[in-house]
């Protein structure tokens, strides 16, 4: 019998798995990016979002592992430089400091690598049109999202979502969306597609925070204007502020949008445990997200979605809502009733000047 679950209040009791197996990706290379000290971007994480993928098979949900592959440098140099791609061949073997907060040991750029090659490989069978599965999940390091083109910064070597997408357009997709809710901003994936009106990327996270981009009002330029949506919240924002969101902008973006691929740069910094952040955000309220994008995703996108590991750094936090995400991404379930009375003013403006902004590109929301 299959084992049910709650992840929100009010849960009707259907059985919450799909039938359909989870795409998997994860490598023990990816353990092998380690610092010489404490490091907060650790291997332990990938312990917690691999204990995350046991819980949710204990919850009846079947997984494929694919076996992922090397990025090539033609691949990478898709969203980044080639001078940043030669960057980083220079590196590969040697232990360095990129900046403050970002490292790389003897493996990293080898990880890095494999860790983008297992982004493309998801996409790959993801648009298989034999596959059985559209759903699926990389466990991956070192993350990406804060890579630049021509950069590493904030813990990211390669930008795994970014090389992901380009792997789509370049396999024939014509709309793909990134959908970002770690609590920090995703300034590379902003970057690389700034100008393109082919991926929308969609951001919500703390602000002001490191790396202190993201306002409302950066929404892309020339082809691609309207197409880089922020919603920057600020601290303390909770599941009704993020439900908000969701529903007055993120969602009817998307909608509008009708992307054929929804990758996900699924941070849990925003989670109330993390400590490098201050965002109050449950498990519950990770689910709902998962949630509200995956309808979405089953509506334009023949169902195909990926979730992204990028940030979160508390343990436990990562186990529960990984787990909460991937099993409302495979059985969504409908969204919480909205309830002005959980959101105060400040956060209600933050939500409403998003909506505006995007408004300008995509009427009547």
Not at 110 to 123: D, T
Not at 157 to 186: C, K, P, S, T, Y
Not at 241 to 249: E, F, K, L, N, Q
Not at 338 to 361: K, L, V
């Amino acid at each position: 019998m299959v084992a049910r679950f709650a992840w929100r209040s009010g849960y009707d009791g259907r059985d919450p798995v799909s039938r359909e197996p989870l795409l998997l990706v994860d490598d023990p290379l990816f353990d092998d990016h380690r610092s010489r000290g404490y490091h907060p971007e650790r291997p332990e994480r990938l312990e917690a979002a691999r204990k995350a993928i046991a819980q949710a098979t204990a919850h009846g949900v079947a997984t494929r592992r694919l076996e992922p592959r090397d990025a090539t440098d033609d691949e990478i140099a898709r969203a980044h430089t080639p001078a940043h791609v030669e960057h980083l061949r220079r590196l590969a073997g040697h232990w360095a400091a990129v900046d403050a907060d970002t490292f790389v040991s003897p493996s990293s750029i080898a990880a890095a690598r494999r860790a983008a090659g297992g982004a493309i490989a998801l996409v790959e069978a993801l648009l298989d049109p034999g596959a059985s599965s559209r759903k699926g999940v990389a466990l991956l390091r070192p993350p990406g999202h804060h890579a630049t083109p021509d950069a590493a910064m904030g813990f990211c070597l390669v930008n795994n979502a970014a090389v992901a997408a380009h792997a789509a357009l370049a396999a024939g997709l014509e709309r793909v969306a990134i959908v970002d809710w770690d609590v920090h901003h995703g300034n590379g994936t902003q970057d690389i597609f700034w100008t393109d009106p082919r991926v929308l990327y969609v951001s919500l996270h703390q602000f002001p925070l490191y790396p202190g981009t993201g306002c409302a009002e950066e929404i892309g330029a020339d082809e691609g204007r309207g197409f880089t949506v922020n919603v920057p919240l600020s601290a303390s924002a909770a599941d009704a502020v993020y439900d908000a969101a969701m529903r007055d902008v993120v969602a009817p973006v998307l909608e509008r949008f009708a992307p054929e691929l929804v990758l996900v740069s699924a941070g849990y910094d925003a989670h109330e445990r993390d400590p490098l952040a201050s965002m109050n955000l449950s498990d519950a309220g990770f689910a709902s997200m998962a949630s509200a994008v995956a309808k979405i995703a089953d509506q334009t996108a023949k169902g195909r979605m990926a979730l992204i590991l990028e940030g979160g750094y508390d343990l436990g936090a990562i186990e529960r809502s990984l787990a909460a995400s991937i099993e409302a991404m495979l059985s969504p379930a409908e969204p919480p009733p909205a309830s002005s009375r959980q959101i105060g003013a400040t956060h209600r403006a933050e939500i409403e000047r998003a909506r505006r902004m995007s408004s300008e590109t995509w009427r009547d929301l």
